[in-house]
């Protein structure tokens, strides 16, 4: 089995920042792309930023320049540092990985439960 857990969300006012975390374990064999993907009510879910195994990142043009995607292959962490947050970036966030649970087997996508994200003053 593979659980990703995401967390780190919160209540921040406009302007201000937060730092989502999200945790890979499991039967692992390998995590290629990870990334964040957010959902705000009556929307549909939509890419936030994605990051590969060799750090090459991507990011929808509304988070580009105040959102940063890392992670650390050694801990299979991914983390999203969220700074100059305004109220249209209230969602809930989810983690995303693709991850191969064996050598030369397929690759699935795996989903953290979600962190809630609000900005409002």
């Known amino acids: 089995q593979v659980q990703l857990v995401d967390s780190g969300g919160g209540l921040v006012q406009p302007g201000g920042s937060l730092r989502l975390s999200c945790a890979a374990s499991?039967?692992?064999?390998?995590?290629?792309?990870m990334g964040w993907y957010r959902q705000a009510p009556g929307k549909q879910r939509e890419l936030v930023a994605t990051?590969?195994?060799?750090?090459?990142?991507n990011y929808s043009d509304s988070v580009k320049g105040r959102f940063t995607i890392s992670r650390d292959n050694a801990k299979n962490l991914v983390y999203l540092q969220m700074n100059s947050l305004k109220p249209e970036d209230t969602a809930v966030y989810y983690c995303?990985?693709?991850?191969?649970?064996?050598?030369?087997?397929?690759?699935?996508?795996?989903w953290g439960q979600g962190t809630q994200v609000t900005v409002s003053s």
């Open positions: 995303n990985a693709r991850i191969s649970r064996w050598a030369g087997g397929y690759v699935s996508d795996y």
């Open positions: 499991g039967s692992i064999f390998n995590i290629y792309a």
């Open positions: 990051i590969t195994s060799g750090s090459s990142t």
